[in-house]
């Protein structure tokens, strides 16, 4: 992204103006240091006149990651390490909802177990 700023010409100082963020914050967006939303991303392709996709294809291996919850949809970029732990946050979160699940499968069949057994005391008295 930083060679594409430089070609033009353009200041960090100049970009972090018009996101209207500091310029630490766009420096360490330059540096892949931090994770910037589709909006953002898309107004810095808007500023350098590039696609989008020019400003993910560098030697960082950086991805996109799409979520959208509610009709509310965002956007993130990250480095391949910062996904890649992500991913294994997302997996262990699966994993422990998992687990709760089967948990509760086996309440729900316990429970479904004292209410025959009631329905058979029932029918006795």
Not at 24 to 52: Q, W
Not at 89 to 94: A, G, I, P, T
Request: proline share 1%; aromatic share 4%.
């Amino acid at each position: 992204m930083s060679i594409l700023r430089e070609s033009q010409g353009i200041s960090q100082a100049e970009m972090a103006e018009q996101l209207d963020v500091d310029v630490n914050t766009y420096a360490r967006i330059e540096r892949g240091e931090t994770h910037v939303l589709h909006p953002k991303l898309s107004k810095i392709a808007d500023l350098l006149s590039v696609d989008i996709l020019d400003l993910l294809a560098d030697d960082k291996n950086v991805y996109l990651v799409s979520e959208s919850n509610n009709n509310n949809t965002s956007c993130v970029i990250g480095s391949s390490a910062e996904i890649a732990f992500e991913i294994q946050k997302l997996k262990s979160e699966v994993k422990l909802q998992q687990k709760i699940i089967e948990l509760q499968k086996r309440d729900i069949a316990h429970l479904e177990e004292i209410v025959a057994l009631m329905k058979k005391a029932e029918d006795f008295n």
